[in-house]
Every structure is written in structure tokens, then in C-alpha cells.
């Protein structure tokens, strides 16, 4: 059976987390390969009671790991979680949020596509999560075309299955600590012409907590991605045509 870890990062999410448990454990039991599957949910340093709800939970639920760590950003805290898949013996790796805006009965149409595919992401065709982060998804969207001559449907979509021993060959290109660390693994994976799928999702207003995002945050991750992106890019031009000479 297909060991599965569903990663799911959380900072400061007291009024949601208790939810998203109850949401997600099932999906993770039901393909639990024999109690080695994971629901594996990591704290970024959260200043509320998220750890603590989360260490009361996990006392009646086996396959729920949760991990305490130093605040890092949302990036960071995604490749610490794929990481840790990875080094588990995970074959695969399942992402979204603890904010409570993906649905889990969406989940198995993606797990029966698992074999046909190194990754199928959510494709977020009809949001309700407000004109400002549909209007950031657009930018990252112009960005991406510009910096790496692609197209990408939805790079940031927080509902993503991946083949594990596919994104342990990409995790090198992403820079350590990068907040856009998901956009880079949809962009490895379209530049490097790998199988990808996407298949429309609901996208749920947050649920509960504080909305992070803000005009000021959002130009100063901008200009920082601008900077990694086209760095990375000159990476993954040069390794193509290296291939291509080989």
C-alpha cells in the first residue's frame, strides 16, 4: 500500500485546527498503509494554543504527528513538512492549510489519479476567498509568464498530491527558507515538463483566524520573488541545456 503524509503547516490557528483535525484525519486513516500513512501538522512558532490543541489531539489519534518549531513563514515551514515526508519513507505527499478552505471530500479524485502523475494540484476556478487574493494569484500568475516563460494554471494552490521520490529530485532548487516555496515546485515541475494534472477545487473563505495577507506584505514577497524567480531560472535554463548537450 501507498504510504501517505498529508502536510499541513498552522501558525495561530487556535479556532481552526480542532476543525481541520476532525476534517482531515479520516481521509489519512482510510489510506493509512498498515498505521505507517501521517496526518503530520507543524507549528511555525505559533503564540496562541495551537501546539497545545494539537498535542491534547493527538492522544486519541495514532497517525497524527504534530511538530512544535521555531517561526519560520509559511515557505519555510512547507519544505520542513516535505522534508520530513521524504526522510519518513512517505511515497506520497498531500498539501493544503489549516485555515480551513479546501474540502476533504475532494481529496480521492486526486488520490486515483496518483499513478498517471508526479503531481495533481487544485485548480482554484472559483474562489471565495476575496478580490485581493484572487488579484495576487493573478499578478504571481503575469510574473511567472515573464520570469520563466511559462503558463502555469495555479501555482500556489494550497491542495497538491506529489510522487515523494519526485520531489526529493526537485527540493535542491528551492532557496532555504523561500515563502513561495510551493509556487517554485509548481514552476520546477512545468519547466521541467514533468506530469502534472489539475483539477478544479472549492476554495472556501478562511474559516476563522486573522487574514495575513496586506498591501505591504504582499509588494515586499513580490519583489523578493521577482528576484529568487529569475535566479532560479537561469538555473534551470543552464541545467536544460546542459541536458541537451549531453
Known amino acids: 500500500m501507498d504510504k501517505l503524509y498529508i502536510v499541513i503547516p498552522a501558525y ?19 489510506h493509512q498503509a498498515g498505521g505507517e500513512s501521517c496526518l503530520l501538522i507543524i507549528d511555525d512558532g505559533s503564540k496562541d494554543e495551537t501546539y497545545s490543541i494539537l498535542c491534547e489531539m493527538k492522544k486519541s489519534r495514532p497517525l497524527l504527528k504534530a511538530i512544535s518549531k521555531q517561526n519560520e513563514g509559511h515557505g519555510a515551514t512547507l519544505l520542513y513538512g516535505y522534508q520530513y515526508a521524504i526522510e ?35 485548480n482554484r476556478n472559483k474562489r471565495q476567498d476575496g478580490w485581493l487574493r484572487i488579484f495576487v494569484t493573478k499578478v504571481l500568475k503575469l510574473v511567472i509568464a515573464i520570469c520563466f516563460k511559462i503558463r502555469v494554471k495555479d ?16 527540493m535542491p532548487y528551492i532557496p532555504k527558507g523561500f515563502h513561495l516555496s510551493n509556487v517554485l515546485i509548481a514552476v520546477i515541475f512545468e519547466k521541467k515538463k514533468r506530469d502534472v494534472l ?48 549531453t
Not at 95 to 119: A, C, H, L, N, V
Request: charge should be neutral.
Open 198 to 245: 489539475y483539477l478544479p477545487i472549492t476554495f472556501k473563505p478562511r474559516q476563522g483566524g486573522v487574514n495575513s495577507i496586506n498591501m505591504r506584505r504582499i509588494w515586499s514577497i513580490g519583489i523578493r520573488a521577482v528576484k529568487d524567480f529569475s535566479a532560479l531560472n537561469k538555473v534551470l535554463e543552464e541545467m536544460g541545456e546542459k541536458r541537451h548537450v
Open 155 to 170: 501555482a500556489n494552490t494550497p491542495f497538491r498530491l506529489m510522487r515523494a521520490e519526485v520531489l526529493r529530485e526537485e
Open 88 to 122: 519518513h519513507g512517505a511515497d506520497y505527499i498531500f498539501q493544503t492549510d489549516s485555515d480551513g478552505q479546501t474540502r476533504p471530500e475532494e481529496f480521492d479524485s486526486f488520490w486515483e489519479k496518483r499513478k498517471g502523475y508526479d503531481m495533481v494540484i487544485g
Open 12 to 30: 495561530n490557528e487556535a479556532e481552526n485546527i480542532q476543525k481541520v483535525i476532525d476534517e482531515w484525519y479520516p481521509i489519512v486513516k482510510a
